[in-house]
């Protein structure tokens, strides 16, 4: 059975190098990309757009809350840990209960990747904006402080967005177009090009990429 929904849960396994149809040896992220089962379908009728929501990973009945409990003792299905929602087009033959694997992206030659970044903590501006810093000598009082950030007496304010020390990372992130390299389908694996945000592990949603083809010659 083939679908045409745009995308799919997966799980971050980690980083290697494969060779591509050049024999050049290329950087790759390995994505756990599936199974997933349709938990819900959503229609324009009474939502007003069409999807689907998909669950991802096996978790215990002990570990969800009651109403979440009950949505999966409704629909006769296993509790999922991970559930997201992906927009379908018109007339997609989904069920709930259908389960959708790396397939999909079978002939797909780019992906975006949507996850959480790595949590850097509290950093200061050279770390978290990539500051130069001030003059680093014995005389120097300002290393790797800030450096001025009023305004005098007009306006006698801080200006909004002035990059200042803070929180790093932990944010929500989307890589453009990373190149599909390898469809393993008998693995659950999808193998692209580059980096993926977040660390090993991370749980993040592949799509069909927006901006380049996504169907290989």
Do not use: W
């Not at 096996?58 to 299905?77: H, M």
């Amino acid at each position: 059975m083939s679908f045409t929904m745009q995308g799919l849960i997966a799980k971050k396994i980690g980083m290697t190098s494969v060779f591509d149809g050049e024999g050049r040896q290329v950087p790759v992220t390995i994505l756990e990309c599936g199974p997933c089962v349709v938990l819900q379908r959503k229609e324009t009728a009474s939502d007003g757009y069409q999807a689907v929501q998909i669950g991802f990973g096996d978790v215990a009945e002990r570990k969800l809350s009651k109403p979440e409990l009950g949505v999966f003792q409704k629909t006769k299905i296993a509790p999922k840990k991970h559930r997201f929602e992906f927009k379908t087009e018109a007339g997609e033959d989904l069920k709930v209960g259908d389960v959708v694997t790396v397939k999909i992206f079978d002939g797909v030659t780019h992906v975006d990747v949507s996850g959480v970044t790595k949590g850097k903590g509290f950093q200061g501006v050279m770390r978290r904006h990539h500051m130069s810093g001030g003059p680093i000598t014995h005389g120097g009082h300002s290393k790797r402080r800030v450096g001025s950030i009023g305004c005098r007496e007009l306006p006698g304010r801080i200006h909004k967005g002035k990059r200042m020390p803070g929180h790093m990372g932990f944010v929500n992130v989307t890589t453009q177009n990373l190149k599909v390299e390898q469809v393993r389908t008998e693995d659950n694996a999808l193998l692209v090009r580059g980096a993926v945000p977040g660390p090993r592990g991370a749980i993040v949603a592949v799509r069909k990429a927006l901006k380049k083809s996504v169907k290989s010659k």
